[in-house]
């Protein structure tokens, strides 16, 4: 199988994309580790993925991805128990119609949908070049199309909007990918960032009743299913064709090119540092 002896994470991955996702690399023979912070959730998820693809090396690690402190836990964890990461899925990320602060006072959208990436991808980068060929996917979106990233106001203080917060998240996925890459050129460890398509998953329906009825029309009217929504990161994080590809983003698992705005280098530099800084235990 292709995927037999490697050893794949997939954040967010008790519902939606991720579960897919999940299910799908198991399917191809790798360990998995499914991230996510509901432990019921979790282990029903690992006994179902293990029931259809009748892989059991599929393991439940429990993380509320938007707290730090969940964070380095989970990393620790996984360099205590497994000697490499061969893929590292990024893929949880959430839309919140109200401003919200995480546990460490950053606002929900970003700590949950740009911080978590880029403080457990930084923390197992060692296993990750343990790895033969690791590679790093993250789940970015269309949406980061027309966004720009205000850094006098990262957290959305001023004036909050849930979808603008969102497509900065997102865009910074995608700065954070280009950044990177660029960072591991000279390793065997590639990155790259996919827009899933407009996917009927769970996304959206953690608010409130009025969003949840938009988010359900949105997605009866022209939203594709999770097992489609899944294919570009599965295929970043298995095929063979895109081995040592690596800074690029991807729709319908074929390169496409992102806003200008994600393909500017110092921006990316100047998130990585804030990043650096918002992260530093
Ligand atoms: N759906 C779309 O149309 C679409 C389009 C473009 C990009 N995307 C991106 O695709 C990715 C996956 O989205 P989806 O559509 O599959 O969403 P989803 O159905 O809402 O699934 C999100 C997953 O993330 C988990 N999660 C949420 N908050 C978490 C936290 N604090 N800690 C740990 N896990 C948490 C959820 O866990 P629970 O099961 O506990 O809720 C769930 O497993 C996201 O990055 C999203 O931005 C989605």
Redesign the pocket.
């Known amino acids: 199988m292709l995927l037999e002896g490697k050893i794949c994470m997939v954040?967010?991955?008790?519902?939606?994309?991720?579960?897919v996702t999940a299910r799908e690399l198991a399917r191809k023979g790798a360990a998995v580790v499914v991230?996510?912070?509901?432990p019921a959730?979790g282990e029903r998820v690992v006994q179902e993925i293990r029931a259809i693809t009748g892989n059991q090396r599929v393991e439940f690690e429990r993380?509320?991805?938007?707290k730090q402190a969940d964070v380095r836990r989970l990393a620790r964890d996984f360099a205590d128990r497994y000697p490499q990461l061969d893929v590292l899925v990024n893929?949880?990320?959430?839309?919140l119609a109200t401003r919200q602060l995480s546990a460490d006072g950053i606002e929900m959208t970003f700590a949950?949908?740009h911080l978590s990436y880029f403080l457990l991808t930084n923390l197992l980068l060692p296993k990750l070049k343990a790895a033969p060929a690791g590679r790093i996917v993250n789940?970015?979106?269309?949406?980061h199309r027309g966004a720009e990233l205000d850094f006098d106001d990262l957290q959305c203080e001023r004036r909050y909007s849930g979808w603008k917060a969102?497509q900065r998240s997102?865009l910074a996925n995608l700065l954070f990918t280009y950044e990177l890459a660029s960072r591991l050129d000279g390793s065997t460890v590639t990155a790259n960032a996919l827009?899933?398509?407009?996917?009927?998953?769970?996304?959206?329906?953690?608010n409130g009743p009025l969003f949840r009825l938009g988010m359900r029309i949105a997605f009866m009217v022209s939203?594709i299913p999770?097992e489609e929504?899944a294919q570009t990161s599965v295929y970043l994080a298995s095929s063979p064709e895109v081995g040592g590809m690596t800074g690029r983003y991807f729709i319908k698992c074929k390169p496409a090119e992102s806003s200008a705005a994600s393909r500017d280098p110092e921006a990316a530099r100047r998130l990585w540092e804030i990043s650096e800084a918002m992260t530093a235990s």
């Open positions: 954040t967010g991955a008790t519902a939606g994309i991720g579960f991230v996510g912070r509901n959730k993380a509320d991805l938007s893929n949880v990320g959430a839309i949950l949908n789940v970015a979106s269309a949406a969102y997102k827009h899933p398509g407009f996917v009927a998953s769970r996304f959206g329906l953690n939203a999770v929504g």
